[in-house]
């Protein structure tokens, strides 16, 4: 099983580490395939839509963008499916 985050604190990730990003921008950015460490679950009648976010492939990601990526190589294998 992978551990995950929310909406919430992986917004708060991305902007400690300097990505201007609302928690409705990631959500959209997940639903386009823009973020690679996560996925949509389902979406409400009302649109409310529930996400999964992977925290080990989110914080290789942001490694990666910073510039480091053999951590991204490394940690996005680390935690099987």
Do not use: C
């Not at 976010?53 to 680390?78: C, N, R, S």
């Amino acid at each position: 099983m992978k551990i995950t985050v929310t909406a919430t604190e992986a917004a708060k990730m991305l902007r400690k580490a300097g990505m201007r990003i609302s928690t409705k921008r990631l959500v959209d950015g997940i639903e386009k395939g823009e973020y690679p460490f996560g996925k949509v679950i389902s979406t409400g009648p009302n649109g409310r839509r529930t996400v999964e976010i992977y925290q080990v492939q989110l914080i290789a990601w942001i490694d990666y963008m910073q510039g480091f990526p053999d951590h991204y190589e490394a940690k996005a294998t680390e935690v099987p499916a």
